[in-house]
């Protein structure tokens, strides 16, 4: 059965930092290419950025608006995706979802809650 | 990126009624469209993928269908858990791009 767990979310203040996690088992991780979603309240999902299989060469993009904030990355010894959120801002306040994409389905995580405020 | 456009909005419906919700895409996408559903404080549930695929566990009654640039969402017969939000998302490439959502309520 396909899991992903999503967990690190927390109250934090504008500017500051947070590091989210997202434990995956299930499927062959190594090969899989990933991506994270995001929510924020009353609002559609909007995708911010995937990261592919270090096979396929580990590359990353990312939507305009966390480019250069935002980092995807993995470790596939732990089976882990992390999305590190620098320079936080209000607007980024959303339910944080791990995806795992496989072709014309994806996977979703529980979510992860992160809210800014000052 | 792709753009998906939602139609309609918003859809008032009674209970056994048929339901149809559209979804038209910027550029062809061939079948990568996946439908989702939601409901208030969930994580969005995909109900059919590959335009037409229903998702292990999905009732019969939502169906799938188009290809290319236009699609829709079926719910042959509206049930009282069927009262949610509704989401089409493109994965013919990166970015995934969502609809902006069609939200169905009790009339």
């Known amino acids: 059965e396909v899991q992903l767990v999503d967990s690190g979310g927390g109250l934090v203040k504008p500017g500051e930092s947070l590091s989210l996690s997202c434990a995956a088992s299930?499927?062959?991780?190594?090969?899989?290419?990933m991506s994270w979603v995001r929510q924020a309240p009353g609002k559609g999902p909007e995708w911010i950025g995937h990261i592919s299989s270090n096979p396929d060469g580990g590359t990353t993009d990312y939507i305009a608006s966390v480019k250069g904030r935002f980092t995807i990355s993995r470790d596939d010894s732990k089976t882990t995706l992390y999305l590190q959120m620098n320079s936080l801002k209000t607007e980024d306040t959303a339910m944080y979802y791990c995806i795992w994409n496989d072709g014309g389905l994806d996977y979703w995580g529980q979510g992860t809650l992160v809210t800014v405020s000052s | 990126d792709i753009q998906l456009t939602q139609s309609p909005s918003f859809l008032s419906a009674f209970v056994g009624d048929r339901v149809t919700i559209t979804c038209r895409a910027s550029q062809g996408i061939s079948s990568y469209l996946a439908w989702y559903q939601q409901k208030p404080g969930k994580a969005p549930k995909v109900l059919i993928y590959a335009a037409s695929t229903l998702q292990s566990g999905v009732p019969s009654r939502f169906s799938g269908s188009g290809s290319g640039t236009e699609f829709t969402l079926t719910i042959s017969s509206l049930q009282p858990e069927d009262f949610a939000t509704y989401y089409c998302q493109q994965l013919a490439s990166y970015p995934r791009t969502f609809g902006q959502g069609t939200k169905v309520e009790i009339k």
């Open positions: 299930g499927f062959t991780f190594t090969n899989a290419w």
